[in-house]
């Protein structure tokens, strides 16, 4: 990871220089197959700033999605209406973030989550979202199906650390393939822990993030790998070429304990 990680610092601050040329803020908006990858290289930005301009914690974006490109993050925070005096849901609307939401509402993230059963960041227009006290079971964001699903996923990071519980494949892949699996850590000599598509791994430990050869699985596609969950191509290798995958994993023992393996990948 390192000689790519040097070559992607170089970048880095190529792109950097000519986002600051850019006289005005624009907005994108996210089409099906996009990913802040494609976009910032369209753009010429990075991802970093992507994610700063538009307050996101992940790398996760949907479709109709409205991203700001440029100029000051707190724009994008003016899309969002705080609920009316009383209110206890707010309805998601496009371009929101729970980061956003939760900032207008005098919250936290944590509690925002908690309170309507969310195990990631990932909203949608439409959604109706708790923001004031307990969630009652009718303004659940989710179904009593879908919470299920979501109680399987807060055990995945310890699924992924070692353990042998499988977890759950996705029923809407549209690709899958078999692949020879190591893992790797952030915290070794002289890592920087930034992927080649600029996520910070040392700052988001909890992040789920493999590295792949772009021929086989381009960089910025959500995947799903076995016994690892759901994870966003956003690595590279020098000895990740064709169908072999590096798995991201903070702890350095718990890496080690992944060794390698045959595991399946589907790609959402």
């Avoid at 903070?250 to 399946?264: D, F, H, L, R, T």
Wanted: contains cysteine.
């Amino acid at each position: 990871m390192k000689k790519q990680l040097i070559a992607f610092t170089a970048f880095t601050a190529i792109t950097i220089g000519a986002a600051s040329q850019a006289s005005a803020a624009s907005v994108h908006t996210v089409k099906k197959g996009d990913t802040l990858w494609s976009i910032s290289q369209a753009n010429n930005v990075t991802v970093q700033n992507i994610q700063n301009w538009n307050n996101l914690s992940s790398t996760i974006i949907y479709p109709n999605q409205q991203l700001q490109i440029g100029g000051n993050a707190k724009e994008a925070e003016k899309t969002v209406t705080p609920a009316e005096n009383g209110a206890n849901t707010y309805t998601v609307k496009s371009g929101d973030t729970l980061f956003v939401i939760a900032s207008n509402h005098g919250i936290s993230v944590s509690e925002l989550k908690s309170w309507n059963g969310l195990s990631s960041d990932l909203i949608h227009p439409g959604d109706k979202l708790s923001v004031k006290g307990t969630v009652k079971k009718e303004a659940a964001v989710q179904p009593k199906k879908a919470s299920a699903q979501s109680e399987k996923a807060t055990t995945q990071p310890k699924q992924a650390a070692g353990q042998s519980k499988p977890v759950s494949a996705p029923e809407n892949a549209s690709k899958e393939l078999t692949v020879t699996a190591t893992a790797y850590t952030a915290n070794c000599p002289g890592c920087s822990g930034v992927t080649a598509t600029g996520i910070n791994l040392k700052a988001n430990p909890n992040q789920k993030v493999i590295a792949v050869d772009p021929n086989v699985i381009p960089l910025g596609t959500k995947v799903w790998v076995e016994g690892y969950g759901e994870a966003i191509a956003g690595d590279t290798g020098g000895a990740i070429k064709g169908n072999k995958i590096d798995v991201f994993i903070p702890s350095k023992q718990a890496a080690s304990n992944w060794g390698i393996k045959k595991v399946k990948i589907k790609v959402l």
